[in-house]
């Protein structure tokens, strides 16, 4: 068995939790990124500034962002493909 008088082989186990900050570095890696949120690769994300559109920092950008649920970013890439598509038959209608 593993770990049973098979020198080499034992799985050594923390005694203790690791400390709160490894979860919070943990959590921060597992979040997505925003510029995978917004479908866009991180080049893309740098080079468009979104936040400077909207008026606040990259920061609170990113959070707000983070608390937008992605049916929602489903639905207004959805609407503006619609409104692309409708442009592209018909032309631009003002």
């Not at 020198?7 to 979040?31: C, D, E, F, N, Y």
């Not at 008026?55 to 493909?81: C, H, M, Q, T, W």
Request: aromatic share 8%; proline share 9%; with cysteine.
């Amino acid at each position: 068995m593993l770990g049973e008088d098979c020198p080499g082989s034992r799985i050594l186990l923390p005694s203790h939790p690791p400390p709160a900050t490894h979860s919070v570095m943990l959590q921060h890696l597992k979040r997505e990124k925003p510029w995978a949120k917004l479908r866009m690769s991180r080049k893309d994300y740098e080079t468009r500034r979104p936040w400077k559109n909207s008026g606040v920092s990259r920061k609170r950008f990113e959070a707000y962002l983070g608390d937008f649920p992605d049916e929602a970013i489903d639905v207004l890439y959805r609407e503006a493909d619609a409104e692309k598509l409708v442009e592209a038959m018909f032309g631009k209608v003002e």
